[in-house]
């Protein structure tokens, strides 16, 4: 997982910085509606846990 090798995610849309932070923040609670979309999106439905 992300989290095991990033201490901090940045998500980009477009070339504009969306949200940024430490990973399980991110990726367990994103805030943007985008950042859910992408993490919806992983194949197989892995689920992103802190």
């Not at 992300?2 to 910085?17: C, F, H, S, T």
């Not at 940024?20 to 846990?49: F, H, K, M, N, S």
Request: hydrophobic letters at 40%.
């Amino acid at each position: 997982m992300l989290q095991e090798i990033a201490d901090q995610v940045g998500v980009m849309r477009q070339g504009k910085l969306l949200e940024t932070g430490p990973a399980d923040d991110v990726l367990v609670r994103p805030r943007e509606q985008y950042t859910r979309d992408l993490l919806a999106a992983i194949p197989g439905g892995e689920q992103v846990t802190a």
